[in-house]
């Protein structure tokens, strides 16, 4: 079983922030926390992953709270591409264990 | 970032028939591969992971003789599937494991089978 909560679905205004909560509570001390999206018809895509530090590159930012039991991914500039379907996964980094997807959040940006 | 390629994208065959897809790293080496299935509005799961020169490892519940893996080289492992019904119409999903570098996986585009 997915080891992280995710609400179901969420929609978001073009050229707005999308804020994406999960919540890993049984998280452990070496599991990083990864992001993923899946647009219609595609494979997953990477976005970012972080331990503990906020985390952020071209795609996104990671906000890891102090306590690492909830992180908020944000897509600080929505656009219609990215609506997807958003999958948080707590792995440790690297390791050979299979990724465990959840149902994920379906962002809906609209116009 | 690395690329993961898997062929066909899309194909349609006629049950009882068999159906192979090719999923290839084509910038790195991968020792393991994952196969995944993805049915409507569902999550991705798990059917096996594919590890170079060795026998696949299965998730519970998946048929070994009706999807078989076969990982030859460390750039392309293969998923046959052995007649196929129309209950196996799915979106299958390939990910590669970096062997080098980042070691992290990275996904396929997919392939539509749909079984008549």
């Known amino acids: 079983d997915a080891k992280t909560t995710q609400p179901t679905s969420m929609d978001c205004a073009e050229g707005r922030a999308a804020n994406l909560p999960c919540n890993h509570s049984?998280?452990?001390?070496?599991?990083?926390v990864y992001w993923y999206r899946q647009i219609h018809s595609q494979g997953p895509q990477y976005i970012i992953h972080?331990?503990?530090n906020n985390e952020t590159n071209e795609m996104a930012s990671l906000i890891i709270t102090e306590d690492r039991k909830s992180s908020t991914l944000i897509l600080p500039h929505a656009t219609l591409r990215d609506t997807a379907v958003y999958y948080c996964?707590?792995?440790?980094?690297?390791?050979?264990?299979?990724?465990?997807f959840g149902k994920g959040t379906k962002l809906t940006v609209n116009p | 970032g690395a690329v993961v390629s898997q062929h066909p994208s899309r194909v349609i065959c006629k049950s009882g028939t068999s159906v192979k897809i090719e999923c290839r790293s084509l910038d790195f080496q991968a020792t393991t591969m994952f196969w995944y299935r993805q049915f409507p509005k569902k999550s991705l799961m798990l059917m096996a992971t594919s590890n170079e020169g060795s026998k696949a490892t299965y998730e519970q519940g998946v048929e070994k003789d009706k999807f078989l893996i076969n990982h030859a080289s460390l750039t392309l492992s293969t998923l046959t599937v052995t007649s196929a019904h129309p209950e196996d119409s799915s979106f299958y999903i390939c990910?590669?494991?970096?062997?080098?570098?980042?070691?992290?996986?990275?996904f396929g585009p997919g392939t539509r089978l749909t079984v008549t």
């Open positions: 996964i707590v792995r440790v980094q690297g390791g050979s264990e299979k990724l465990v």
């Open positions: 049984t998280i452990s001390g070496n599991e990083y």
């Open positions: 972080g331990l503990k």
């Open positions: 990910s590669a494991r970096d062997l080098g570098g980042s070691r992290e996986q990275y």
